[in-house]
């Protein structure tokens, strides 16, 4: 089974500021299949990116998605009230899914 | 619109079993898998498995292999999950979820783009 390990656990930044999520994979994943979701409490998740970097429709443009192999990166570009939330990278491999841990992007 | 919509909150004995249902509307129910994640509370997202809707073709995490089952009834556009010998760490809620794919540029692209809202599974003596 493919390990998605993210960081940081939690992120302490204010409204306006840039937030870099980062997602390791314990080996090399199709960025076909890697996706990132956000998650508010008492929500299902909701899809941001697909492809490691195309954005779902209707998602707003200041999130965007890089990497490829092992190392992808989840970026808000300036964080709105609304975007305070739990972050999680997904993907597919050795017939499986898997889910990283999740990051906490929280108010400072 | 596309949606899906689970069945309601279920509290349960430990040893018993427990059968959640996922109804889908808005597109063609045979022409995506459907997925079942679980949450814990507080914790992060499990992928337990997924199904195919056209040809009841199923595929389990190792970790739920021998107790879960995913079935179908197409005829109502209804995916369930039954999970079986439940004991207290199942407690959670339980999300079906469509995994949509497209072609872009030769390339396949697979993601989970529509989710139920949860159904809480309870289980306590």
């Known amino acids: 089974e493919i390990v998605l390990t993210q960081s940081p656990g939690t992120l302490s930044l204010s409204p306006g500021e840039r937030a870099t999520l980062s997602c390791r994979a314990s080996?090399?994943?199709?960025?076909?299949?890697l996706a990132w979701y956000q998650q508010k409490p008492g929500q299902a998740p909701r899809l941001l990116i697909y492809?490691?970097?195309s954005r779902a429709t209707g998602i707003p443009d200041r999130f965007s998605g890089s990497g490829s192999g092992t190392d992808f990166t989840l970026t808000i570009s300036r964080l709105e009230p609304e975007d305070f939330a739990v972050y999680y990278c997904?993907?597919?491999?050795?017939?499986?899914?898997?889910f990283g841990q999740g990051t906490k992007v929280e108010i400072k | 619109q596309v949606q899906l919509v689970q069945s309601g909150a279920e509290v349960k004995k430990p040893g018993a079993s427990v059968k959640v249902s996922c109804k889908a509307s808005g597109y063609t129910f045979t022409s995506y898998d459907i997925n079942w994640v679980r949450q814990a509370t507080g914790q992060g997202l499990e992928w337990m498995g997924w199904m195919n809707p056209n040809s009841g073709n199923t595929g389990y995490a190792q970790k739920f292999q021998g107790r879960v089952t995913m079935t179908r009834n197409t005829s109502i556009s209804t995916a369930y999950m039954e999970l079986s010998s439940l004991r207290s760490e199942d407690t959670a809620v339980y999300y079906c979820?469509?995994?949509?794919?497209?072609?872009?540029?030769?390339?396949?692209?697979?993601?989970?783009?529509?989710w139920g809202k949860g159904t809480t599974v309870t289980v306590s003596s």
């Open positions: 997904q993907q597919y491999g050795s017939s499986a899914w898997t």
């Open positions: 080996q090399s994943v199709s960025s076909s299949y």
């Open positions: 979820a469509r995994l949509y794919h497209i072609v872009l540029s030769y390339y396949y692209y697979y993601y989970m783009d529509v």
């Open positions: 492809g490691a970097s």
